[in-house]
């Protein structure tokens, strides 16, 4: 039997170094080259603090309480700002009160996020009086408004943390399919967005895929809601013109068989 939820916020965050704050912490200056201050942060040898992260795109999908996905897109468009994408996530978060999940997004994203809007001036107070105080996007152990896939699943640590293209991989669902995240920063001084872009909603879509089976182990999901989540998938990447999403779909065999279009409304734009 399936219960009660709130409609679910599936996101991810595609970063690149924030060289400026690189620069004031190595007490250089504009005239020393990006790679040269990259180098001295030495990202081979230990990953880059959330704090001295800079977002370059957003992706969320939004999953109603029957299983339908109602929309997947990137936030924005190629030209927001940092900041505007920044203001953007939180509005969603404060004016819809979703419930928010991801992978590693305990670790990394919400943290990035933050230290984002403070290094914008964007006050978000509605982001921390929701669900308190025994509740709330920021508690570690709570399923209700936020949940932190890779953290639950390793049970908090006991176990080893899996990256996501690795719980792709165990659950048959595609996984990184030509880009990761190594190769943003590049993408970004190509200054090819909708590339980064793109792979921010494949990594949204894996998550969600993976949301969903979790879902349906917990018993929040019965086959019918598990149905409507698929069809509705289906029906999401039939509508897509990048290549990426006929590999996608190619390597993703639902459980579930789509004879036409069902009954749901898909948002668009």
């Known amino acids: 039997m399936s219960v ?3 409609s679910t916020f599936v996101f991810d965050l595609e970063t690149i170094p924030d060289l400026q704050a690189l ?3 190595q007490h250089v200056g504009d005239d020393v080259p990006d790679d040269a201050v990259l180098a001295s942060a030495d990202l081979n ?5 959330p704090a001295f992260q800079q977002i370059v795109a957003i992706a969320g999908a939004w999953i109603a309480p029957n299983g339908a996905l109602r929309r997947l897109t ?3 468009d ?3 700002s940092e900041a505007e994408l920044v203001q953007e996530m939180f509005r969603i978060i404060v004016e819809g009160h979703p419930r928010l999940a991801g992978w590693n997004t305990s670790g990394f994203d919400l ?4 230290y984002r809007a403070m290094v914008h001036h964007i006050a978000v107070p509605g982001f921390y009086s929701f669900g308190e105080p025994y509740h709330g996007y920021r508690k570690r152990f709570d399923e209700d408004n936020h949940i932190d896939l890779m953290d639950l699943l390793c049970f908090y640590g006991a176990s080893a943390r899996l990256k996501l293209d690795e719980m792709a ?3 048959g669902i595609p996984g990184k399919l030509g880009t990761d995240g190594s190769q943003v920063l590049s993408l970004y001084q190509e200054h090819r967005m909708e590339d980064i872009r793109t792979y921010c909603e494949t990594d949204v879509l894996t998550t969600a895929l993976v949301w969903a089976r979790y879902a349906e182990h917990r018993g ?3 086959a019918t809601q598990c149905t409507t989540f698929e069809q509705s998938v289906l029906a999401w990447l039939e509508m897509q013109t990048d290549p990426v999403w006929n590999a996608f779909r190619a390597g993703w065999q639902p459980n579930t068989t789509v004879a036409g279009h069902s009954h749901w409304a898909m948002d668009h734009g």
């Open 4 to 6: 009660s939820l709130p």
């Open 23 to 25: 620069r004031r912490l």
């Open 45 to 49: 040898a230990q990953p880059l603090k």
């Open 74 to 76: 990137a936030l924005g």
């Open 78 to 80: 190629p030209s927001w």
């Open 111 to 114: 943290p990035v996020l933050v």
């Open 169 to 171: 991989a165990i659950l």
């Open 220 to 222: 929040w999901w019965d």
